[in-house]
Nanobody
Framework: QVQLVESGGGLVQAGGSLRLSCKAS????????MGWFRQSPGKERELVAT????????YYADSVKGRFTISRDNGKNTVYLQMNSLKPEDTAVYFC?????????????????WGQGTQVTVSS
């Protein structure tokens, strides 16, 4: 059974940092695009960052560009999201996702497997 398990969320003050991890099990994802999404109450789930299968390409939402860094270790079947200079508006549940079909994907609809989410709360 395929599983994506996120970890690393928590409560942090504005300006602080967190590192999220997403460990995949049940199959390898070395050929697949991986992404991080987030959702806050009353809002739609939005793409935060995505990384191509090789790690050579990445995309960031404008709201996190320059502050967040996505990376992956295919040997460990794990994707990371380093979040620096956190702001209260970054508060959300963060979800890891994988695409079965694509090695590079920006659309939410391209992602097939999802983790359960990890809460990130940034206090002002």
């Amino acid at each position: 059974q395929v599983q994506l398990v996120e970890s690393g969320g928590g409560l942090v003050q504005a300006g602080g940092s967190l590192r999220l991890s997403c460990k995949a099990s049940g199959r390898t994802f070395s050929s697949n695009a991986m992404g991080w999404f987030r959702q806050s109450p009353g809002k739609e789930r939005e793409l935060v960052a995505t990384v191509s299968w090789s790690g050579s390409n990445s995309y960031y939402a404008d709201s996190v560009k320059g502050r967040f860094t996505i990376s992956r270790d295919n040997g460990k079947n794990t994707v990371y999201l380093q979040m620096n200079s956190l702001k209260p508006e970054d508060t959300a549940v963060y979800f890891c996702a994988a695409s079965w079909k694509y090695g590079w994907a920006l659309a939410r609809e391209a992602y097939d497997a999802w983790g359960q989410g990890t809460q990130v709360t940034v206090s002002s």
